[in-house]
């Protein structure tokens, strides 16, 4: 069994063929696939791919960073008056200064605010973190200590960014890039222990290698054990069965 723990699957890019994408998943292994939000509008989004596989998705619910805009507090509460026992995490939240730096001040504020929705329901954070690996840190660690659980989605760092994270007990997530030339990332899968690893996709974003540049899908989380096995020298039964038990651990997906 494989789990995805990071997957838009409810995207337009995969309007014309989610049942194949499905079908594909599950032959691949995949038995689980975890939906973090984006914004107010991917919500319903989300809720009829459900309705599709129940058993399959698992959906969380939060204020991605890059639609955190000057309107941030009212799309909050649209967001979170949704807030049931059905979500198994807060996400995705964090920082992003890739695209945009103007609502900075604004993107730290939803992110703490999601932290404490968190905490409050104990449930884990998917962080999203891009170019912003310090200014995120400098939030989220502090938590460490009242017993948050949290994913650094995407993992964008080197082995010295990784080992920090572990040291508070937080989690690493690895995708395609870990199949790409230079990034950097296999130190980091070489050295951390795979007990902190969750497998992501991020579909429909940053397929692996030979899929690169081509739509991704949870199916291709093969190719990403792939890679692991090649750099730990685990073998994939092994690397699956572990990130799948650390997966479980940390969602505590009710079945
Ligand atoms: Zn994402």
């Given at each position: 069994?494989?789990?995805?723990?990071?997957?838009h699957?409810?995207?337009?890019?995969?309007n014309?063929?989610?049942?194949?994408?499905?079908?594909?998943?599950?032959?691949?292994?995949?038995?689980?696939?975890?939906?973090?939000?984006?914004?107010?509008?991917?919500?319903?989004?989300?809720?009829?791919?459900?309705?599709?596989?129940?058993?399959?998705?698992?959906?969380c619910?939060?204020?991605?960073?890059t639609?955190?805009?000057?309107?941030?507090?009212?799309?909050l509460?649209?967001?979170?008056?949704?807030?049931?026992?059905?979500?198994?995490?807060i996400?995705?939240?964090?920082?992003?200064l890739?695209?945009?730096?103007?609502?900075?001040k604004?993107?730290?504020?939803?992110?703490?605010?999601?932290?404490?929705?968190?905490?409050k329901?104990?449930?884990?954070?998917?962080?999203?973190?891009r170019?912003?690996?310090?200014?995120?840190?400098?939030?989220?660690?502090?938590?460490?200590?009242?017993?948050?659980?949290?994913?650094?989605h995407?993992?964008?760092?080197?082995?010295?960014?990784?080992?920090?994270?572990?040291?508070?007990?937080?989690?690493?997530?690895?995708?395609?890039?870990?199949?790409?030339?230079?990034?950097?990332?296999?130190?980091?899968?070489?050295?951390?222990?795979?007990n902190?690893?969750?497998?992501?996709?991020?579909?429909?974003?940053?397929?692996?290698?030979?899929?690169?540049g081509?739509?991704?899908?949870?199916?291709?989380?093969?190719t990403?054990?792939?890679?692991?096995?090649?750099?730990?020298?685990?073998?994939?039964?092994?690397?699956?069965?572990i990130?799948?038990k650390?997966?479980?651990?940390?969602?505590?997906?009710?079945?």
């Amino acid at each position: 069994m494989i789990i995805d723990t990071h997957s838009h699957l409810y995207l337009e890019d995969f309007n014309d063929d989610i049942l194949q994408v499905i079908e594909r998943s599950k032959k691949a292994g995949v038995e689980k696939i975890v939906l973090p939000n984006i914004d107010d509008n991917s919500l319903a989004k989300m809720h009829n791919l459900l309705s599709l596989d129940p058993k399959l998705f698992y959906p969380c619910i939060g204020l991605h960073p890059t639609s955190v805009k000057e309107n941030y507090k009212e799309k909050l509460d649209n967001i979170f008056s949704d807030l049931n026992d059905d979500y198994i995490a807060i996400g995705e939240t964090g920082i992003d200064l890739y695209w945009d730096k103007t609502f900075f001040k604004e993107q730290q504020r939803a992110f703490e605010f999601q932290i404490e929705i968190a905490l409050k329901h104990i449930l884990p954070v998917i962080i999203h973190s891009r170019n912003s690996l310090e200014e995120t840190f400098e939030i989220v660690f502090p938590y460490s200590q009242k017993g948050l659980k949290a994913v650094f989605h995407c993992f964008p760092g080197n082995y010295e960014d990784a080992k920090k994270i572990v040291d508070k007990g937080f989690y690493i997530g690895i995708g395609g890039v870990v199949t790409f030339k230079n990034s950097g990332l296999h130190d980091v899968v070489k050295k951390i222990p795979i007990n902190n690893i969750l497998l992501e996709t991020d579909a429909p974003f940053l397929a692996p290698v030979p899929y690169r540049g081509r739509r991704n899908e949870p199916a291709y989380l093969e190719t990403i054990v792939q890679k692991i096995e090649e750099i730990t020298g685990l073998s994939s039964e092994n690397i699956k069965e572990i990130t799948s038990k650390n997966a479980i651990k940390f969602f505590n997906f009710k079945l």
